[in-house]
């Protein structure tokens, strides 16, 4: 079974940064496809970022592109998101998913996704 497991929220101002993790567990993700999607009070869930585990293309929300970075770690089976600039818009609950990757699929797409972590907590203060 897979388990998601994100880590590395917190309380940050303005302009700082945090690095989100995701420990990934229960099968072999080189197949697979790996997203941070984020939730706001108020919001529906939008993309953020996504990795092709194997190839390791990525790809961003138009919104964090040139602040947040998706990188992967074979060896820790862990997927990283780190943030930089960060803004108060950025405040949200920062869920990590994965899916295996079939035809027509869309990383961008959260309804795509197959497993979900429980989410962290980032607040962003002005």
């Known amino acids: 079974q897979v388990q998601l497991v994100e880590s590395g929220g917190g309380l940050v101002q303005a302009g700082g940064s945090l690095r989100l993790s995701c420990a990934a567990s229960?099968?072999?993700?080189?197949?697979?496809?790996m997203g941070w999607f984020r939730q706001a009070p108020g919001k529906e869930r939008e993309f953020v970022a996504a990795?092709?585990?194997?190839?390791?293309?990525?790809y961003y929300a138009d919104s964090v592109k040139g602040r947040f970075t998706i990188s992967r770690d074979n060896a820790k089976n862990t997927v990283y998101l780190q943030m930089n600039s960060l803004k108060p818009e950025d405040t949200a609950v920062y869920l990590c998913?994965?899916?295996?990757?079939?035809?027509?699929?869309?990383?961008?797409?959260?309804?795509?996704?197959?497993?979900w972590g429980q989410g962290t907590q980032v607040t962003v203060s002005s």
């Open positions: 998913a994965a899916s295996p990757l079939r035809s027509g699929f869309s990383y961008y797409r959260d309804g795509m996704y197959d497993y």
């Open positions: 229960g099968r072999t993700f080189r197949t697979y496809a």
């Open positions: 990795i092709n585990w194997s190839y390791g293309s990525t």
